[in-house]
């Protein structure tokens, strides 16, 4: 496996409890599956680039690595934080 991108962005992390920078790290992954197809995962990892937690990672297949058109794909619940 090799990192292909190594980019940052704002998420929630809920280790901080606050939104904070964090690292994506994009790996394509070539897997066969049972019927001997071979096929390209995309797995993105995001990390709080301060305390280093793991915030989410997504998966796709396909060979392209293009942007998301919908980066809002992962089901999570907007944190409401006022007291």
Do not use: A, Q, W
């Amino acid at each position: 496996m090799k990192c292909i991108d190594k980019t940052t962005s704002i998420e929630f992390c809920p280790s901080c409890g606050t939104s904070r920078t964090v690292s994506v790290t994009i790996i394509p992954l070539t897997v066969t599956d049972g019927k001997g197809s071979i096929e390209t995962i995309v797995i993105k990892t995001y990390h709080c680039e301060f305390c280093h937690s793991f915030v989410r990672s997504t998966e796709r297949t396909g060979d392209s690595l293009t942007p998301d058109p919908n980066p809002s794909t992962v089901n999570r619940e907007p944190v409401n934080r006022e007291p």
